[in-house]
């Protein structure tokens, strides 16, 4: 593995005066909601972005169960789960498709309950258990949810098909869904820009049983 | 015979894909691998006059900042194939000056240990500019239109005399429809990870044209071809945005040369926005006129649309309009505008999702105006031959579409006045429209081997987005070969592989079908040859013809127990494994022939083979010059509209399309689905807005972008005709990625009309345009 697993405990980079986040001008911007009011944010990009660096990303030593398997990173503490994932334990099954809540593409089950994974600190998930798509399989038995996104042809590209598993699987588990159209709109924080929808909303009804 | 193409098989990389097991650009981890984030400029014109990157530098865990000074020089591609990973902006290559022609231009790339590292750094980079004045809006600017240069001839068409005809017509309809700026938003951004051994680069790209990549690489970076290696296993789909090649494989092979190790460089999904290609916005003049019975006289298409500064690229609307219907007196134009935003590229469909849409509303709108049923008035003018080429179809069963598609939606209960029918509290309108697409072949190669253990497997540098490629040419391959599909293994998106045609323009299907079948049959062919030349077979002084090869047993037509297996014949002979390549030179494009491109010596094996190959032969001598090459189809919608707060909900959606020979009839009836979802987010959701002010991208992300979603999914019945097309290929199947797009965005907006009364020709159909 390289060196992209994490680098030693370093203090990286230096303080700041008091620069806006990251973090923050993206809460600005999901606050912002509809398109035209942003004009006056994104205008003035270049003032609210950092002009000095914000306070200290440290590194950290986080514990992660993924899949039953636990896992000591030491991570910078920005990191998320999504990337923790991905980047850190190099399981890629799980996907990035806008880092910011908008797509599903990067749904993994955190206690049974389907979270996007893009939007959650890798440092929060201490201490509970992270299923993936790579852990769904029973060895080498598929998943039902699996056997069915196959058999109902629920993908195309397949770069959305772990979120709308994981999603799937964590939508059956929650137990409020009973017809179909419960699960159209259900499903509507996972998109598929193949448009694989009505398969998939076929294969989770064969898992569901709704006739 | 075992008859495996046209069987609705499970996708063959279905278990890989729900698995995560699936491996996407972004999904490699070279030794040492370092990541860079871009930065984008910030003005829409001018000049950097400082780059100041010393903050973003001391960040630590930074290992190189690129900009255009510190940037190796790039040589402009040369000699490469247009139409195969293009690279997308002819006069702008990356990094290599100060100057800047458009918001979110590749302007830096950060590299750092850690992605949040390098994210972190990037928004460091300070950048000092010289703003010069720019225009971005396409409506202001109509003033500045051109008619372009490339493209040639067929983008201004003319038979007739339409001026003349519309002065005596009887019945006249003039509009105009204007389509925005639509982005493609595949949902896997684009990835590349490039690595550098000594002067040898490998690059995982995420591209619909691996051949293409790695001959743009090398000729942008000064490098023989045969130093580079692309590689795209899985792509998260495409849709036209990763057809051209962006900044990006580019940028982080320069970058991996320059940190000295390599590099993953994904693009956020703002980025997206700015340096990954875009529909472009569309101004349509659609003018008809007939007799006072509908019979056509008069088709006028004039499309206005976006140019950049940096290159030329045409949204060739107008161009299915000339053959589509009977018409004696035609006019097709198209110009340009160009404007300080990133060249507009291919988006599914292009030029016919904007043109069959403007098209085709006009032609309901004249239905109405002849108070006449809109599929009587598209039969009435229905074309028997191309009358712009004067050439037959090469297939064309669009008839039948129409009545099933009728008959599917249940167009007979339909009230033709607008705003007569309900369902409760919501008005029901019913639209239709025709759906068309070209049926592009161009020439391809394929490598087949069997093995002497029974499996096989197939080679061709061309890649599967996400239309299932892969598993249509199983089966396309498994019959050849006759074997079972789960004995054959089709291998893709590496361009060490003989040449196939990039993922663009509906054509993989059409192109790299037939060779994949000729090097296949060819094997077999040897493995008789081996085995009648042979006294220890049973088939031993046989003559060739009389064999059949079929589930991985050859034997003689009449006597199914005279035979033996694949692997006996290679076993006794020794034979670890028999090969054969093959390269089927066919283009149904215009001109015809002319693109057959030269790969410089590297499929050179393949076509000395194919000299000799029976079914390539046979393939290369249909003069296909004699034919027009469409695929058709028809669509049809039931909406609902609240009449209160004018949401529209696509109730029921059913295509019925003409497109030869299914292959797979689910993987199939999933394309079509996915191009009339694409056409929902057309007709109701999309559209990227820009700051009249500063030319930025306002909707820059999937919560302003909206794309449909689960929620948003009508009904659907999907169907084919399913009838060969004699004259594309052996294998009669043409392209299915774009066709579901196509007409289907006019039959929502024709259902809207019905159902409202009101005739929106500003796309989308938002709801404040019908309260
Ligand atoms: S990547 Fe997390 S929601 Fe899109
Ligand atoms: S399968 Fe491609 S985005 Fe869903």
Redesign the pocket.
């Known amino acids: 593995m390289g060196n992209n697993l994490g680098i030693s405990n370093t203090d990286d980079e230096e303080p700041s005066s008091n620069g806006t986040t990251r973090r923050d001008f993206l809460a600005q911007i999901t606050y912002a909601g509809a398109g035209l009011t942003l004009v006056p944010l994104l205008a003035g990009t270049k003032d609210i972005l950092p002009q000095a660096p914000p306070p200290n990303a440290e590194t950290a030593t986080i514990n992660l169960t993924v899949n039953g398997q636990k896992h000591a990173l030491n991570i910078d503490e920005r990191t998320t789960l ?1 990337d923790a994932l991905r980047e850190n334990l190099q399981m890629t099954g799980t ?12 749904t993994v089950l955190i206690n049974g309950r389907r979270v ?4 959650t600190f890798a440092a929060m998930c201490q201490g509970k258990e992270i299923i993936t798509i790579e852990g769904l399989a029973k060895g080498d038995r598929l998943h039902p949810m699996q056997e069915a996104f196959i058999k109902h042809d629920a993908f195309q590209c397949g770069y959305c098909t772990p979120g709308q598993i994981c999603s799937a699987v964590g939508l059956v588990n929650e137990g409020h869904v009973h017809n179909d159209a419960d699960i159209h709109e259900l499903m509507s924080g996972n998109i598929c820009r193949c448009g694989a929808y009505q398969n998939i909303v076929d294969a989770i009804k064969e898992v569901q049983n709704i006739a | 015979m075992n008859e495996i193409i046209g069987k609705p098989i499970d996708r063959v990389d279905g278990k890989l894909k729900v698995s995560g097991g699936a491996t996407y650009s972004a999904e490699y981890f070279p030794k040492n691998m370092v990541y860079g984030v871009l930065v984008l400029s910030t003005i829409p014109r001018g000049r950097i006059r400082n780059i100041d990157t010393s903050q973003a530098e001391r960040v630590k865990g930074v290992v190189g900042i690129m900009t255009y000074k510190n940037s190796m020089s790039l040589h402009f591609p040369q000699g490469t194939d247009p139409g195969s990973g293009k690279y997308a902006e002819k006069d702008l290559l990356p990094l290599q000056n100060n100057r800047i022609y458009y918001d979110g231009q590749v302007i830096a790339a950060v590299m750092a240990e850690t992605f949040e590292k390098a994210e972190y750094a990037a928004k460091l980079v300070k950048v000092d500019y010289e703003t010069e004045s720019a225009i971005f809006d396409l409506k202001a600017n109509i003033s500045k239109s051109y008619k372009p240069s490339s493209g040639g001839s067929q983008l201004q068409l003319k038979r007739g005399d339409a001026d003349a005809a519309w002065q005596n017509a009887e019945v006249k309809m003039e509009q105009t429809y204007t389509t925005p700026v639509y982005h493609h938003n595949a949902m896997e951004p684009h990835a590349s990870v490039a690595e550098w051994n000594g002067d040898q680069l490998m690059v995982y790209d995420a591209t619909q044209a691996v051949a293409g990549v790695k001959s743009l690489l090398a000729s942008m970076l000064g490098l023989p071809p045969e130093k580079v290696k692309v590689v795209s296993l899985y792509i998260g789909g495409g849709f036209g945005s990763k057809g051209f090649t962006w900044p990006n494989p580019i940028v982080t092979a320069m970058a991996a040369k320059m940190v000295n190790c390599p590099v993953k460089l994904v693009l956020s999904r703002q980025q997206m926005f700015t340096t990954a290609g875009r529909r472009s916005e569309t101004i349509q003049k659609i003018a008809l006129a007939s007799n006072s019975s509908g019979k056509l006289t008069v088709i006028k298409h004039d499309t206005i649309s976006e140019s950049s500064f940096v290159d030329e690229f045409v949204e060739t609307a107008g161009l299915a309009t000339s053959m589509l219907y009977s018409c004696p007196n035609v006019e097709i134009s198209h110009s340009l505008v160009r404007l300080n935003k990133v060249t507009p590229c291919p988006t599914r469909a292009p030029g016919e999702a904007p043109g069959t849409y403007a098209i085709e509303a006009a032609m309901d709108e004249l239905a109405y105006q002849l108070k006449m049923d809109p599929i009587q008035l598209r039969l009435l003018n229905y074309a028997e031959m191309d009358e712009q080429k004067q050439k037959q179809f090469s297939s064309k069963n669009l008839k039948e579409c129409y009545q099933r598609g009728a008959d599917a939606i249940g167009w007979s209960q339909r009230n033709p006045q607008p705003r007569s029918m309900r369902k409760g509290n919501y008005l029901v309108g019913y639209g239709m429209a025709t759906a068309t697409y070209l049926a592009n072949r161009i020439a391809s190669a394929a490598k087949a081997t069997l093995y002497a253990d029974g499996h096989a497997e197939i080679l061709s540098a061309t890649q599967d987005i996400g239309t299932g490629t892969y598993t249509i040419m199983t089966q396309i391959a498994a019959e050849a070969f006759g074997l079972p599909v789960d004995r054959v293994t089709v291998k893709l998106g590496d361009s060490d592989y003989p040449r196939g045609a990039n993922s663009g323009g509906s054509q993989v299907t059409a192109s790299v079908g037939p060779p994949i079948r000729a090097a296949a049959l060819a094997v077999i062919g040897k493995l008789i040859s081996l085995a009648v030349s042979d006294t220890a077979s049973p088939l031993h002084g046989r003559k060739e013809e009389d064999i059949i090869a079929d589930n991985g047993r050859m034997y003689l037509k009449n006597h199914t127990d005279r035979g033996e297996s694949y692997t006996e014949v290679l076993n006794r002979k020794g034979l670890q494994k028999l090969e054969a390549q093959a390269k089927t030179n066919v283009s149904t494009r215009e001109p015809q022939g002319s693109n057959a491109v030269a790969t410089g010596g590297a499929d050179a094996a393949a076509e000395e083979e194919s000299k000799t190959n029976p079914a390539v032969q046979e393939d290369q001598n249909v003069d296909r010059k004699l034919y027009s090459f469409h695929s058709f189809g028809a669509q049809f919608v039931k909406v609902l509209v609240d009449p209160d707060l004018g949401t529209v909900k696509v109730d029921k959606a059913v295509a019925v399309m003409d497109i030869g020979k299914v292959l797979n009839l689910k993987t199939a009836k999933s394309q079509i689905m996915g191009g009339m979802i694409f056409a929902i987010g057309m007709a109701l959701l999309e559209g990227t807005a820009y700051d009249p002010n500063n030319g930025r991208v306002v909707t820059r992300d ?1 919560a302003q972008y909206l794309v449909p979603v689960n929620a948003d999914m009508p009904q659907f019945d999907i169907q084919f005709i399913d009838q060969p097309d004699p004259y594309i290929s052996p294998i009669g199947a043409k392209g299915i990625g774009e066709i579901g797009i196509t007409g289907m965005t006019a039959a929502i907006v024709n259902a809207i009309y019905h159902a409202t009364g009101k005739r929106v020709r500003e796309l989308p159909v938002t709801l404040d345009k019908l309260i």
């Open positions: 999504l996907k990035k498709g806008c880092d910011h809540g908008q797509c599903g593409a990067c996007n994974s893009c939007l | 999937l």
